[in-house]
């Protein structure tokens, strides 16, 4: 069973860069799967954020791109979401997830970010 | 960009009743491609149904998944009161945003 926990700064102030961590246990990060970013902000829906892959290949949601950096860790089986410049739009709750079959069975509990000065 | 709607925006239903959930993508995306979530307050998502029609591991078979094209569509038999919460359809697509959500369905059982 993969299990995956999401760490990081909870308050992160406007123009600054949000730092997340997603500890991965159950299953080695470099196996065949997309490892996934997904945030959803107070009282609204979901919006994929971005991936990585086994072999470090990336994607990202298109408006974010510029922004937006995931990278891994294989040593510590773990990966992380990077979001440079955020504003006050970028306070959600940001969940790590994975999965095969194009969509995600495991996910963390979540993290809250706040944008406030 | 493919975008996802869904009907209807609140369904609200008694127990032991018949819930059916629609998910209307803008373009055709292949049944490999659709996946339904629920989600309680506070909680993370949980995924039901893969490829439109696959149930995920410990998800119990009052749950249905069916459609194809641009109409999908969610049904769950004999609710339950803790059926109560948010069901998110989401695609997978091969050009960029590889995963959009639709805007859920808020599902309450009095």
């Known amino acids: 069973q993969v299990q995956l926990r999401e760490s990081g700064s909870g308050l992160v102030k406007p123009s600054e860069t949000l730092s997340l961590t997603c500890a991965v246990s159950g299953d080695s990060i470099t196996s065949y799967r997309w490892w996934s970013w997904v945030r959803q902000p107070p009282g609204k829906g979901l919006e994929w954020i971005g991936e990585i892959f086994h072999d470090g290949a990336t994607n990202y949601y298109p408006s974010l791109m510029s922004r937006v950096t995931i990278s891994m860790d294989k040593s510590n089986n773990q990966f992380s979401l990077r979001l440079t410049s955020v504003t006050a739009a970028d306070t959600a709750v940001y969940y790590c997830?994975?999965?095969?079959?194009?969509?995600?069975?495991?996910w963390g509990q979540g993290i809250l970010v706040t944008v406030s000065s | 960009e493919i975008v996802l709607t869904q009907s209807p925006g609140t369904l609200s239903l008694s127990p032991g009743d018949r819930a059916t959930l629609s998910c209307r993508t803008s373009q055709r995306i292949s049944s490999n491609y659709l996946a339904w979530y629920q989600q309680q307050p506070g909680q993370a998502p949980r995924l039901l149904i893969f490829?439109?029609?696959n149930r995920a591991t410990g998800i119990p078979d009052r749950f249905g998944g069916s459609g194809s094209g641009t109409d999908f569509t969610l049904t769950i038999s004999r609710l339950e009161p803790e059926d109560s919460a948010m069901y998110y359809c989401q695609q997978y697509g091969t050009s960029p945003p590889r995963y959009t959500f639709g805007p859920g369905t808020k599902l309450e059982i009095k």
């Open positions: 997830a994975s999965g095969n079959d194009y969509s995600w069975a495991y």
């Open positions: 490829g439109t029609f």
